[in-house]
């Protein structure tokens, strides 16, 4: 919202429209000088302030910018400022967007995105329902004979999962990260925990962490993450924080599903749109994570922001020209 602003000096009145910004735990202030109380109507103000209001974005886009320059020794390519504005822009109107829908519609489009992004996480895992099946499961509690019970389980599970996390604000850690995984694998495998016996990726020259340095590597991650996140873009965190995890590996069962759920649950802490990785791009998406192993991440960093851009596109533009944006 902006603010109209009365200051005295010198004994005369000045008005000023001001709109505060947080980024992170920092408030930056917009402001514009609009003149002297005395000389200024009511319908000055008024026009004033929808002019001030179509400057913001571009400001507020600005002042990110010089705070992420200031923040940030450098960007991993190809994340570059010019990159980073268009994500930025994208973000901003991602936020008017929820602030202006209706609650119901909010919430519809909440729903539309979990299972969307449930659907094809699962589909890169191998589940076999179509985006059909998971409508029937997850809003109509129908569920066709020829399903696989574990696929159902899998769907229910991911979405409630996911929900969840959409709504709550703890802090990223490894009981956090255990809970996510008890959920996700809820009626489908017993092993809770971290992994007690070796696993092993096929067709991925990789060796995964031992069991018994789990709980140390981990504590790492943790840390190397709380150490990254006032430093290290967003998107580049959250994306080097999954190949991490997934180099550790610390599940019997179900490490990338929970891996995709914590890269989005760091977007959305950050304040960001989370984003869907479809199964089309499963062996590109792999590839990348391959890639990184050998801390080449220009592959995972090109595959971050190709998904940020095409889910915003896909999933939450079209809302923008539908909305009266509140000013």
Known sequence: MVFVIEKKVKGKKYIYLEKSIRFGKKVIKLSKFLGRKEDISKSNIDDSIKDFALELNTRIIDAKIKFLQRKIDKFEYPITLEE????????????????????????????????????????IEGNSLTLKNYQEILFEKRITKSSDLREIYDAENSYRTFSWLFNIKKELTEELIIEVHKKIIKNIDTRLGYKKIPNILLGRDLELCKPEKVKEEMGNLIRWFNQNKEKTYSLELAFKFHHKFEKIH??????????????NYILIREGYFPIIIRKTQRQKYLKALETADNNIFLPLMRLAIERAKITYKNFFEVYYKYIKIKK
Do not use: C, T, W
């Open 84 to 123: 980073i504005k268009k994500i930025e822009r994208a973000n901003l109107i991602y936020h008017e967007i929820l602030n202006n829908l209706h609650k119901k519609d909010k919430e519809d489009l909440k729903k539309r995105f979990i299972a969307n992004f449930v659907f094809e996480s699962n589909a």
């Open 250 to 263: 610390p599940f019997a069962d179900g490490n990338r599903r929970v891996g995709r759920m914590l890269l």
